[in-house]
C-alpha cells in the first residue's frame, strides 16, 4: 500500500490565490521529500524537494514545507496562475525507491 | 537536460497479446532506471528498478517482467496482457546524488 497520502483529493483556487497542497507520511525513516507536477496525459515533473534537516526551501513562486513531529510536508504555490492546474504529488524516500501519495488535482479559476 | 524517451505514446492491445515498452534515456551513463504504472486518478505504483544492465528488481508480483540489455535501455514486457495490464506506464530515471527521478512522457496502454 501507499506510505504517503494526501488530506484532500481535489483543489480550487482562483487565479492570483495562494495554492497550498498538504500532505501527510508515516514512514519516520524518510529522510528527503519531493514534490511533482502531472499535467494531464504527462509524465510527472519534479518541482522542488527538501530533506528532513530542512524545515523550508523555497523556489520560483513555491515553497515546501516539512514538519516531521506531525509527519506533515505541504506545498505553497504563490499567486497560483492558470498553467498551475494540475496534479501535485507528493512522494518520499525511506531508501532509494520514492513511494508517491494518490495526488491532489488543483482546479485553476479564471 | 537528460532526455527520455518513451514509445508508443498510447497502444491498445487485446488481451492475451504480447507487449514490449521501450525506454531510452540520454545523458550520464549507468543511471538508475524505474518503470510505473499508474491507473486512473491514481499515485504511481513501482514495477521494477534496475541499477545495471541485466540488473532488474521486481517490486510487484504481477504479469509484467522488464528487461535492462544496454546501458541506456529499459524494456517492460508481457507474454500476455490481461485487462488489468491497462494503465500509463512510465519510465523514470534517477540523478544525481539527491535520488531524483525524472519522466518520461508515458505510455497509455489499453487492453481490451
Known amino acids: 500500500g501507499e506510505s504517503v497520502g494526501l488530506h484532500l483529493p481535489t483543489l480550487s483556487v482562483q487565479e492570483g490565490d495562494n495554492s497550498i497542497i498538504n500532505c501527510a507520511y508515516s514512514?519516520?525513516?524518510?529522510?528527503?521529500f519531493i514534490w511533482y507536477k502531472q499535467e494531464s496525459g504527462k509524465g510527472p515533473q519534479f518541482i522542488i524537494d527538501?530533506?528532513?534537516?530542512?524545515d523550508k526551501r523555497q523556489g520560483q513562486r513555491v515553497t515546501v514545507l516539512l514538519n516531521k513531529t506531525v509527519k506533515h510536508l505541504s506545498l505553497q504555490i504563490a499567486a497560483t496562475q492558470p498553467g498551475d492546474s494540475a496534479v501535485y504529488f507528493c512522494?518520499?524516500?525511506?531508501?532509494?525507491?520514492?513511494?508517491f501519495g494518490a495526488g491532489t488535482t488543483v482546479t485553476v479559476r479564471a | 537536460s537528460q532526455t527520455i524517451h518513451q514509445w508508443p505514446a498510447t497502444l491498445v492491445q487485446p488481451v492475451g497479446s504480447p507487449l514490449s515498452l521501450e525506454c531510452t534515456v540520454e545523458?550520464?551513463?549507468?543511471?538508475?532506471l524505474y518503470w510505473y504504472r499508474q491507473a486512473a486518478g491514481r499515485g504511481l505504483q513501482l514495477l521494477f528498478y534496475?541499477?545495471?544492465?541485466?540488473?532488474i528488481s521486481s517490486e510487484v508480483p504481477q504479469n509484467l517482467s522488464a528487461s535492462r540489455p544496454q546501458d541506456r535501455q529499459f524494456i517492460l514486457s508481457s507474454k500476455k496482457l490481461l485487462l488489468s495490464d491497462s494503465g500509463f506506464y512510465l519510465c523514470a530515471r534517477e540523478e544525481g546524488a539527491k535520488n531524483i527521478q525524472y519522466f518520461g512522457a508515458g505510455t497509455r496502454l489499453s487492453v481490451l
Open positions: 527538501i530533506r528532513s534537516n530542512m
Open positions: 545523458g550520464t551513463s549507468n543511471p538508475n
Open positions: 514512514n519516520s525513516a524518510s529522510d528527503y
Open positions: 534496475s541499477v545495471g544492465i541485466g540488473q
Open positions: 512522494a518520499e524516500n525511506p531508501d532509494y525507491k520514492l513511494s
